[in-house]
């Protein structure tokens, strides 16, 4: 159960328009405003809890653009035409002026940056994973933010379809199981009322029987 300054400090947030944060975050944040009493913090330590996360949140999404921005930048810098070449030489170069190629770690560093930015905690086997379906070529900076964060939710929309697909599933199969179980419990009490009703049968014949022997003795005393 989440403590009282986690819960107001994430309801502040939210009323921002911040999310995304991690319980450690909360207990990073309780610890900078020296919030001793999770349970009992002061309005102020609330208020500065907040805007350590909002500042904190603001620094991750820049260290990601800073992150990409420089290998951009580094990029163009390498495919800045060489005043000696002559203008036929300068004509072919002119493409890669505006493209940017990142190496295999560079994109798995910008993952993990990205998905930290959105909210998202990775293992390394699923930035490799996202990283190995992106490309390694982007015309601009623009198209490879756009690219990295819709590889980032393509992934996380296929773990919430395995989850929702296996609750579709179980639930299928509490139907099933339910369903056979009322089936058979029926049919135990069908066969009990079955039951019973042929030894109702039963007992009245034989008091049908004892009577009539009852009335066969009184005719013959007579």
Request: overall charge negative.
């Amino acid at each position: 159960m989440s403590d009282k300054f986690t819960n107001n400090v994430r309801a502040r947030l939210y009323k921002q328009g911040y999310q995304g944060f991690t319980k450690d975050d909360y207990t990073t944040a309780a610890i900078a405003v020296e919030c001793d009493d999770l349970d009992n913090p002061t309005k102020e330590q609330l208020s500065q809890a907040v805007d350590y996360l909002k500042v904190k949140a603001t620094s991750q999404l820049s260290v990601v653009d800073e992150l990409v921005e420089e290998k951009f930048l580094s990029q163009v810098e390498d495919a800045q035409p060489d005043p000696e070449l002559d203008n036929n030489q300068l004509a072919v170069a002119e493409p890669e002026i505006n493209s940017i190629t990142v190496t295999s770690d560079d994109l798995r560093q910008i993952v993990t940056a990205q998905s930290s930015a959105l909210g998202f905690e990775l293992t390394e086997q699923e930035t490799l994973s996202i990283a190995e379906n992106v490309d390694d070529t982007f015309t601009d900076y623009s198209q490879f933010i756009s690219t990295v964060t819709a590889a980032i939710k393509s992934y996380v929309d296929h773990k919430f379809d395995v989850i929702e697909q296996s609750f579709e599933t179980n639930a299928q199969d509490l139907r099933e199981h339910v369903t056979n179980r009322a089936s058979r419990l029926n049919q135990k009490v069908n066969n009990f009322s079955g039951d019973i009703k042929a030894d109702m049968g039963v007992i009245r014949q034989n008091i049908k029987s004892t009577q009539f022997s009852i009335l066969a003795r009184l005719k013959a005393a007579q």
